[in-house]
């Protein structure tokens, strides 16, 4: 996991290895849908909040 990029060689030696890389566009899509995940989880529990 990396907040910027993986270069050609590193995406290479993942492939090899059945690694999945997730660079910084990846971890903020898994980050802001983790984030919709748990306001769904507090409205169904709360459904007064916000």
Known sequence: MTTGYFT???KSCAEGL?????D???LVELWLEGLENAEHEIK????SYI
């Open 44 to 47: 169904q529990i709360l459904p």
């Open 24 to 26: 910084g566009v990846n």
């Open 18 to 22: 059945k690694i999945e890389l997730i």
């Open 8 to 10: 050609p060689a590193a």
